[in-house]
Each structure stands twice: as structure tokens, then as C-alpha cells.
């Protein structure tokens, strides 16, 4: 399997601050790959790396096989976070002149916009002016303009925001179509829950460094803890004490506890049946949000670390 | 090269379809033609107008000019029938005559002195200059002292009825010199002696005769004016682009198809030709129209072709300057508050180009053409008032702005790359020099 991007040892610093710091990454062509991260992680920053519209401080990239995406841009489709129409060209026009941009031309980009418009339903739209669209509809219409010229590479920074439920399902459903014809995909997103199911492969971003990257297996592997989720009348309190509960959130009639992988679940199950009616007992593993959440935290306790290491060398 | 053009082309039509283009490219020229020819028939329909009589009392403490003057003013009800004088004699005091002035009974008095006949000695008659001639402009010489003074009081200071005044009161005190002269001499006679020979002013390049000698000389202002509104206008444009983009987000989307540079030489480029298209149309409407009135010397094919070889880096020196200025900033506002010192600079020749056309070859206007953004506007002024210009300094001024054109070009593709991802505080000027050395 070829890498559609390989990244390595970016970094992009602005004065002091290292928006990238030494971040390596390889994107295996045919995937759908999610870019996750808090605000501020460097995710666009990495993306416009990518994308050849800043350049890194030190690494190299590769995508699609050459060093600089400006030689292959016409076989990338990219919907930036910061995204916005030409509100006084009609939607034909608009389409039009960034399938030229891409080096479309002729019958081919006339049908291909027509084609394109009908699957997001926007096809009596065509010959209005973009500032008619509601807002939902001019996202469709910019995700429309990053696949209108059939790449093999498209990235999608934050492409899920400011989209209805059903809107996000027809996005959804046509990434997963780009994957079955065969294009690589890399999408940014804060929203766990759409990574967790959309995406083949993750790649965790804090503060310019990956924290992680692998499947959704290889990385719940790496957390092999434990939820119990118990519900019922009675006090909690108690089994947040037991051995091998790792974390606990006890309130008046739940609990939710996190137990090691070598802890027994069903001991636990025992003591909660002592000390409440039980309603409910449920056995989970982390998910997605759970372990991004967990490593982000332990992430921004090596910055305090890290931080403090100097001033008491000081004082020795 | 193929996405340059896309970009061109677009920037190109969707400038020519905004209203600014049309009001620049018709509406204004035909302001600055209705300038050039209309005020004169607008001034003239405004006389035809009849206003009421203005009426003066006239205190004539000699006793001897106000039957005269009562003659010249008759002699003027009848020229000029729309707006009449009329006059009283008056004994009354000044203070008097200021009263009824000030109450509106009188549009003012005037006040012949006693001593009004008497001349002083010949050396500083010359000096004082000649009788005024009808209709040859206000009396621009300055008295020398003793001369008798008459007096003028109103409340408005219309310039019209006081040079009227002025010309009939000379007028008439100097027939009524002439006639109590000792021996009396024959005014109409002297007036004949003296009278003046017309020059008519021929254009030795066409070799037309040449109408009025301020059309002349306006003319080649109204180029410069039109050739400044057209390329200030117009990139303008540019920069209120450059920062819809930005404020509209399109800008990275753009970038995922075409480099930061490969934008902004597309903008440029579609600009540059809608600066040419004004151009051809302006100077093929000028010529063929300039031609039609017998006014060929006006607009010569020289002048054309230096406007076409100054104007091709004059625009793009401007186009590009301002597509980093807006590239660097979110608001129109911002954007022209960093712009402000080309504003600043181009008023310059709006200023001195009477200084200019009178003397096209004195150290200031040589000093001027080597300033790049209005070299130009000031070589343009240069080349109609002067035919014979020197081809060396044309050929220097042109490489001055040529090299200019291209440090500018490189320095805008480096602030306009960072730039256009930029939201926020627009930069300082060390930002921007940092943005510069930004490989």
C-alpha cells in the first residue's frame, strides 16, 4: 500500500509559538483519515502545510509522491475551514470557474457540474447567485467545488460544521462514496462521534505533536480500560473506594466508574448489588471521546511539567 | 500560466460589470467634456436671466464725472438689459448713504472725490498703467500712492459689479480729463490711435489654427485628470476585490487550485487589461471626437503613445501596491488608511501641474518625473506642454518606473502570500518587512 502523504518532522512556529512542532504522519492512499484535535492543535496549520499554501520550517512532505502539493493540485480537492463564495456569481459560474481553476474545460465540466449538483440537491439552483443560498445549502455547494474535479485526494478541514443532522448524513454518505471510487480522504474534525464512524484511520493532534495515529482498534488497544455505568437506588459512594477503579463520577442514583482491564467486572457488579437496587449495569469500552479527552489532559500535564522543570533548576 | 488567465479573465468581467467601471469609464468623462465646453453655455444662460435693478447713490464730491459715469451706465443697461443699475445723485453724508445701505434701501453708494481729475506727475501715471480696455479682465495694476481713490460701499462683495464699477468710474473720469484738458483733446481720436491688433495662434505640427488658448492649456490636464481617476478608480477596484475575497473566505479556496503568487498575478493582469480597455476606448473617443471638432492638435497620436508606454507601469506599479494593501488588510477602511501615502503622493502633480505645464523643463518637474508612482501623471503634463521632450529622460524615467514596477511586484507577491491568510489586526510596517523576508 503507497502513502498518499507521508509528513516528516514538520515544523511551523510563529515567533515563539510552534503551531507544528516535529509531526510526522503517513496517510496510506484509499482511506478515510481523521485529523482530531482541540482549537488551536495545528491541524489547519498542518493541513495548510499539505496544501503548499504556507510552507514548514524544517521536514519534508510528500504528497501524492512529490514534495509540493502545487505540482499535483488539480488531482486535490481542498474545503478549507475558512471557506466562502463569490456571493454575486451564480452557482454555475462559481462552479465553472474553479473547475477551470482545476483544469477542467468544456462538455466535461458542464455535465460535471450538473452531475455534482443533483447528488447534493442543488440542482435547480443552478443558475442562481450564491448569496440566494441558505447556509446549509452553500456548504453543499463548497463541498461540490473540492470534488467537482474527481480528486484523488480531497481534505475536508472541519467539513461537518454549521450542517443539520440530515445534511451531515448526505456528506457523510458522499465521503464514504469518494473512498469506494478510490480517492484518499483526510477530514479535520472536533466532533468525535463522526470520526469514530467515518474514518478508517485517526490521528490525534495537542498542541502541534501527535499524540496518536492507528485504526480505531489500534488505538482502543492502547486503552484497555473499562466503563460500568450503574443505575439504580442506592449509594454509589463506596465502590468508587474498590480496587482496580481507576477514575469514578458518583452522583445520587448512577455511577460510572473506569476499571482496569485486569479488574473483574462482575466483583464490582456484586458489591453494587449490596449497596443498591441496580436498574441498570452496562459494560463499555472508552470511546473515542473518552480517550481524547484522557489524552489531552495528560498532555497539558506535561506543559505544567515540563514548565516548572526550569525555575526549580534554578534554585538548585 | 493557464490559471493566471482563469483568474484574469474573471477579475476582468466582474470589473467591467460593476457600476464603478461604468461611471468611470462614461460618466466621468463626459462630466470632464461637459466641463470644457458646457460651463461656458451654462454661464450663458445664467445671464439671460433678469435680476432686479442694483440701485446706487452716487456722491460726486468733484461735481464734473457723474454726468459721464450716468452715460457709461446707460451704455451698459443697454448691453446688459437682465441685470440693470440704477443710479441717484446724492448730497447725502457717507454716514448717511452707509445707513441706507445697511437698511437696504440701496445696493450701495459710492464716492467720487473731490480731488478725482487731478493726475500726479507723468513717471508714476506710466507706472500706474493704462485706461482699462472694455472687456479686457480686471485692472490687475497696482496704484501708486496719492493717487485719488473713490469709494465702494456695500454689504455683499459680488466681483462681478465691482469690476463693472471700477471699469465705468475709470472710464468715465478719463474722457472727463481728457475733455477739461488744457487744450481739450479729441478722446474718440486717442481712442482710435490706440486701437489693438488681434493674434491668431497657429499649431505648427498640424498646422491648424487654434481655438482658445485655456482650452489649450487645459487640455492636457483633462488627459492627466481622466488617465489619474481611471487608474486610481480602477485599482482601487482591485484592492476592494483582493478584500471580498478575504471577508467572504473564498480566498482559500482559491488557494487550493492556484499559488498565492499565481492569484495575485491573475488579479493584476485581469486589472491591467480593464486599465487598457479604458484607455483604448477613452483615446479612440478622444482622438476620433478631437479630430470631428478641428481640435486634432489637441489629442495627436504622440500624445496617445506616450500615454500607452507611461500608463503600462504606471498601472501596474499601483495595481500591485494596492493588491498587497488589501491583501494585508480585512476592511476597505484599513486597507486605504495603509494606502493613504500613495493618495497622498499622486495629489502632488493634481497640484503642481499649472507649475508643471509652464515650465516642463525646470528642476521641480524633472525632480518630479523620478518619482515613481507619479512619474506618469507628470511625464504625461511634460510631453504635451513641451513636444521636444528629452528622449534621455524619457528613456530614464521609463526604466526607473519599469525597475520599480518589478521591486514592487516581488514585494507584493511576498506580503500578498502571507496576507491573504491573515484575519485580524492589519500588520505594522515592521510586520509587513518581516512578511517580506518570509521565504
Same mark, same amino acid.
Given at each position: 500500500?503507497?502513502?498518499?502523504?507521508?509528513?516528516?518532522?514538520?515544523?511551523?512556529?510563529?515567533?515563539?509559538?510552534?503551531?507544528?512542532?516535529?509531526?510526522?504522519?503517513?496517510?496510506?492512499?484509499?482511506?478515510?483519515?481523521?485529523?482530531?484535535?482541540?482549537?488551536?492543535? /495545528?491541524?489547519?496549520?498542518?493541513?495548510?502545510?499539505?496544501?503548499?499554501?504556507?510552507?514548514?520550517?524544517?521536514?519534508?512532505?510528500?504528497? $501524492?509522491?512529490?514534495?509540493?502539493?502545487?505540482?499535483?493540485?488539480?488531482?486535490? /480537492?481542498?474545503?478549507?475551514?475558512?471557506?466562502?463564495?463569490?456571493?454575486?456569481?451564480?452557482?454555475?459560474?462559481?462552479?465553472?470557474?474553479? /473547475?477551470?481553476?482545476?483544469?477542467?474545460?468544456?462538455?466535461?465540466?458542464?455535465?460535471?457540474?450538473?452531475?455534482?449538483?443533483?447528488?447534493?440537491?442543488?440542482?435547480?439552483?443552478?443558475?442562481?447567485?450564491?448569496?440566494?443560498?441558505?447556509?446549509?445549502?452553500?456548504?453543499?455547494?463548497?463541498?461540490?467545488?473540492?470534488?467537482?474535479?474527481?480528486?484523488?485526494?480531497?481534505?475536508?478541514?472541519?467539513?461537518?460544521?454549521?450542517?443539520?443532522?440530515?445534511?451531515?448524513?448526505?456528506?457523510?454518505?458522499?465521503?464514504?462514496?469518494?473512498?469506494?471510487?478510490?480517492?484518499?480522504?483526510?477530514?479535520?474534525?472536533?466532533?468525535?462521534? +463522526?470520526? +469514530?464512524?467515518?474514518?478508517?484511520?485517526?490521528? $490525534?493532534?495537542?498542541?502541534?505533536?501527535?499524540?496518536?495515529?492507528?485504526?480505531?482498534?489500534?488505538?482502543?488497544?492502547?486503552?484497555?480500560?473499562?466503563?460500568?455505568?450503574?443505575?439504580?437506588?442506592?449509594?454509589?459512594?463506596?465502590?468508587?473506594? +474498590?480496587?482496580?477503579?481507576?477514575?469514578?463520577?458518583?452522583?445520587?442514583?448512577?455511577?460510572?466508574?473506569?476499571?482496569?482491564?485486569?479488574?473483574?467486572?462482575?466483583?464490582?457488579?456484586?458489591?453494587?448489588?449490596?449497596?443498591?437496587?441496580?436498574?441498570?449495569?452496562?459494560?463499555?469500552?472508552?470511546?473515542?471521546?473518552?480517550?481524547?479527552?484522557?489524552?489531552?489532559?495528560?498532555?497539558?500535564?506535561?506543559?505544567?511539567?515540563?514548565?516548572?522543570?526550569?525555575?526549580?533548576? /534554578?534554585?538548585? | 500560466?493557464?490559471?493566471?488567465?482563469?483568474?484574469?479573465?474573471?477579475?476582468?468581467?466582474?470589473?467591467?460589470?460593476?457600476?464603478?467601471?461604468?461611471?468611470?469609464?462614461?460618466?466621468?468623462?463626459?462630466?470632464?467634456?461637459?466641463?470644457?465646453?458646457?460651463?461656458?453655455?451654462?454661464?450663458?444662460?445664467?445671464?439671460?436671466?433678469?435680476?432686479?435693478?442694483?440701485?446706487?447713490?452716487?456722491?460726486?464730491?468733484?461735481?464734473?464725472?457723474?454726468?459721464?459715469?450716468?452715460?457709461?451706465?446707460?451704455?451698459?443697461?443697454?448691453?446688459?438689459?437682465?441685470?440693470?443699475?440704477?443710479?441717484?445723485?446724492?448730497?447725502?453724508?457717507?454716514?448717511?448713504?452707509?445707513?441706507?445701505?445697511?437698511? =437696504?434701501?440701496?445696493?450701495?453708494?459710492?464716492?467720487?472725490?473731490?480731488?478725482?481729475?487731478?493726475?500726479?506727475?507723468?513717471? @508714476?501715471?506710466?507706472?500706474? =498703467?493704462?485706461?482699462?480696455?472694455?472687456?479686457?479682465?480686471?485692472?490687475?495694476?497696482?496704484? *501708486?500712492?496719492?493717487?485719488?481713490?473713490?469709494?465702494?460701499?456695500?454689504?455683499?462683495?459680488?466681483?462681478?459689479?465691482?469690476?463693472?464699477?471700477?471699469?465705468?468710474?475709470?472710464?468715465?473720469?478719463?474722457?472727463? @480729463?481728457?475733455?477739461?484738458?488744457?487744450?481739450?483733446?479729441?478722446?474718440?481720436?486717442?481712442?482710435?490711435?490706440?486701437?489693438?491688433?488681434?493674434?491668431?495662434?497657429?499649431?505648427?505640427?498640424? =498646422?491648424?489654427?487654434?481655438?482658445?488658448?485655456?482650452?489649450?492649456?487645459?487640455?492636457?490636464?483633462?488627459?492627466?485628470?481622466?488617465?489619474?481617476?481611471?487608474?486610481?478608480?480602477?485599482?482601487?477596484?482591485?484592492?476592494?476585490?483582493? !478584500?471580498?475575497?478575504?471577508?467572504?473566505?473564498?480566498?482559500?479556496?482559491?488557494?487550493?487550485?492556484?499559488? *498565492?503568487?499565481?492569484?495575485?498575478?491573475?488579479?493584476?493582469?485581469?486589472?491591467?487589461?480593464?486599465?487598457?480597455?479604458?484607455?483604448?476606448?477613452?483615446?479612440?473617443? =478622444?482622438?476620433?471626437?478631437?479630430?470631428?471638432?478641428?481640435?486634432?492638435?489637441?489629442?495627436?497620436?504622440?500624445?496617445?503613445?506616450?500615454?500607452?508606454?507611461?500608463?503600462?507601469?504606471?498601472?501596474?506599479? !499601483?495595481?500591485?501596491?494596492?493588491?498587497?494593501?488589501?491583501?494585508?488588510?480585512?476592511?476597505?477602511?484599513?486597507?486605504?488608511?495603509?494606502?493613504?501615502?500613495?493618495?497622498?503622493?499622486?495629489?502632488? *502633480?493634481?497640484?503642481?501641474?499649472?507649475?508643471?505645464?509652464?515650465?516642463?523643463?525646470?528642476?521641480?518637474?524633472?525632480?518630479?518625473?523620478?518619482?515613481?508612482?507619479?512619474?506618469?501623471?507628470?511625464?504625461?503634463?511634460?510631453?504635451?506642454?513641451?513636444?521636444?521632450?528629452?528622449?534621455?529622460?524619457? !528613456?530614464?524615467?521609463?526604466?526607473?518606473?519599469?525597475?520599480?514596477?518589478?521591486?514592487?511586484?516581488?514585494?507584493?507577491?511576498?506580503?500578498?502570500?502571507?496576507?491573504?491568510?491573515?484575519?485580524?489586526? *492589519?500588520?505594522?510596517?515592521?510586520?509587513?518587512?518581516?512578511?517580506?523576508?518570509?521565504?
Amino acid at each position: 500500500m503507497t502513502n498518499a502523504i507521508e509528513l516528516n518532522g514538520l515544523v511551523k512556529a510563529y515567533g515563539d509559538f510552534r503551531a507544528v512542532d516535529n509531526l510526522s504522519l503517513d496517510v496510506p492512499a484509499g482511506r478515510i483519515v481523521g485529523f482530531l484535535g482541540p482549537n488551536g492543535a /495545528g491541524k489547519t496549520t498542518t493541513i495548510r502545510m499539505i496544501m503548499s499554501i504556507i510552507y514548514p520550517d524544517s521536514g519534508q512532505i510528500s504528497v $501524492l509522491g512529490r514534495p509540493r502539493a502545487i505540482d499535483v493540485k488539480d488531482s486535490i /480537492g481542498y474545503l478549507p475551514e475558512e471557506r466562502g463564495l463569490y456571493r454575486k456569481m451564480t452557482i454555475d459560474q462559481t462552479l465553472r470557474y474553479f /473547475g477551470k481553476l482545476k483544469g477542467m474545460r468544456g462538455h466535461d465540466l458542464k455535465s460535471r457540474i450538473g452531475e455534482c449538483l443533483e447528488s447534493v440537491g442543488l440542482g435547480d439552483w443552478r443558475y442562481k447567485k450564491a448569496e440566494a443560498l441558505s447556509k446549509g445549502m452553500s456548504q453543499k455547494l463548497q463541498f461540490v467545488t473540492t470534488i467537482l474535479h474527481r480528486p484523488e485526494l480531497v481534505i475536508l478541514d472541519e467539513p461537518f460544521s454549521g450542517l443539520d443532522p440530515i445534511n451531515m448524513e448526505l456528506l457523510k454518505d458522499l465521503v464514504i462514496d469518494l473512498k469506494a471510487k478510490g480517492a484518499t480522504v483526510i477530514f479535520s474534525t472536533h466532533q468525535m462521534e +463522526q470520526a +469514530q464512524r467515518l474514518c478508517d484511520r485517526l490521528v $490525534l493532534i495537542n498542541r502541534g505533536r501527535k499524540l496518536i495515529d492507528g485504526t480505531m482498534e489500534e488505538i482502543r488497544s492502547r486503552f484497555s480500560s473499562r466503563i460500568l455505568n450503574l443505575e439504580g437506588e442506592g449509594d454509589f459512594t463506596a465502590l468508587a473506594g +474498590q480496587a482496580g477503579v481507576i477514575d469514578s463520577e458518583v452522583a445520587s442514583g448512577n455511577a460510572r466508574l473506569e476499571i482496569t482491564a485486569e479488574t473483574d467486572p462482575t466483583a464490582i457488579l456484586r458489591q453494587a448489588i449490596d449497596v443498591a437496587r441496580l436498574s441498570r449495569y452496562e459494560i463499555q469500552r472508552l470511546d473515542l471521546h473518552e480517550i481524547f479527552v484522557k489524552l489531552v489532559g495528560e498532555d497539558a500535564g506535561d506543559l505544567d511539567f515540563s514548565e516548572k522543570e526550569p525555575t526549580t533548576g /534554578g534554585q538548585r | 500560466m493557464d490559471k493566471i488567465i482563469t483568474v484574469g479573465v474573471r477579475e476582468f468581467i466582474e470589473t467591467v460589470k460593476t457600476k464603478t467601471f461604468f461611471i468611470t469609464s462614461v460618466l466621468l468623462p463626459l462630466i470632464m467634456l461637459g466641463m470644457i465646453f458646457g460651463s461656458q453655455s451654462i454661464a450663458e444662460m445664467a445671464e439671460k436671466e433678469t435680476q432686479p435693478a442694483k440701485h446706487f447713490a452716487v456722491r460726486d464730491e468733484s461735481g464734473a464725472v457723474y454726468d459721464e459715469l450716468s452715460a457709461q451706465i446707460d451704455q451698459y443697461n443697454e448691453e446688459m438689459s437682465t441685470r440693470p443699475y440704477a443710479f441717484e445723485s446724492s448730497e447725502a453724508s457717507v454716514e448717511e448713504l452707509t445707513q441706507r445701505v445697511i437698511d =437696504g434701501d440701496l445696493y450701495a453708494y459710492i464716492v467720487i472725490p473731490s480731488n478725482v481729475l487731478e493726475t500726479t506727475d507723468p513717471a @508714476r501715471a506710466a507706472e500706474a =498703467g493704462d485706461e482699462p480696455i472694455a472687456g479686457a479682465g480686471p485692472v490687475m495694476t497696482t496704484l *501708486p500712492a496719492g493717487t485719488a481713490t473713490c469709494e465702494l460701499g456695500r454689504k455683499d462683495g459680488n466681483p462681478e459689479v465691482s469690476e463693472r464699477l471700477k471699469m465705468m468710474l475709470n472710464a468715465a473720469i478719463v474722457r472727463v @480729463r481728457f475733455a477739461t484738458a488744457d487744450p481739450p483733446i479729441d478722446y474718440e481720436r486717442v481712442s482710435m490711435l490706440r486701437q489693438l491688433v488681434g493674434v491668431r495662434q497657429v499649431d505648427v505640427v498640424s =498646422g491648424e489654427e487654434t481655438g482658445s488658448d485655456m482650452i489649450r492649456f487645459m487640455a492636457p490636464f483633462g488627459f492627466m485628470f481622466l488617465l489619474f481617476m481611471g487608474t486610481m478608480t480602477i485599482s482601487q477596484g482591485l484592492l476592494t476585490s483582493v !478584500i471580498e475575497e478575504k471577508s467572504s473566505r473564498v480566498v482559500e479556496v482559491l488557494l487550493s487550485a492556484v499559488s *498565492p503568487t499565481q492569484l495575485m498575478a491573475g488579479k493584476i493582469l485581469g486589472t491591467v487589461c480593464v486599465g487598457a480597455l479604458l484607455m483604448t476606448v477613452w483615446g479612440f473617443v =478622444g482622438y476620433s471626437s478631437a479630430q470631428a471638432r478641428d481640435l486634432g492638435y489637441l489629442v495627436t497620436s504622440r500624445h496617445l503613445l506616450y500615454a500607452g508606454l507611461y500608463f503600462v507601469p504606471g498601472f501596474l506599479l !499601483i495595481a500591485a501596491f494596492l493588491a498587497a494593501a488589501g491583501a494585508a488588510c480585512n476592511t476597505i477602511k484599513e486597507a486605504q488608511s495603509m494606502a493613504a501615502p500613495l493618495t497622498i503622493m499622486s495629489i502632488v *502633480p493634481m497640484m503642481l501641474w499649472w507649475l508643471i505645464m509652464l515650465n516642463p523643463n525646470s528642476i521641480l518637474s524633472v525632480i518630479l518625473s523620478y518619482i515613481p508612482p507619479i512619474t506618469p501623471f507628470v511625464m504625461i503634463l511634460r510631453v504635451c506642454a513641451d513636444p521636444d521632450i528629452s528622449l534621455l529622460q524619457v !528613456i530614464t524615467t521609463l526604466g526607473l518606473l519599469w525597475a520599480s514596477v518589478l521591486a514592487m511586484i516581488w514585494t507584493a507577491g511576498k506580503i500578498f502570500r502571507v496576507g491573504v491568510l491573515m484575519y485580524g489586526k *492589519p500588520p505594522s510596517l515592521k510586520e509587513l518587512a518581516r512578511w517580506v523576508r518570509y521565504d
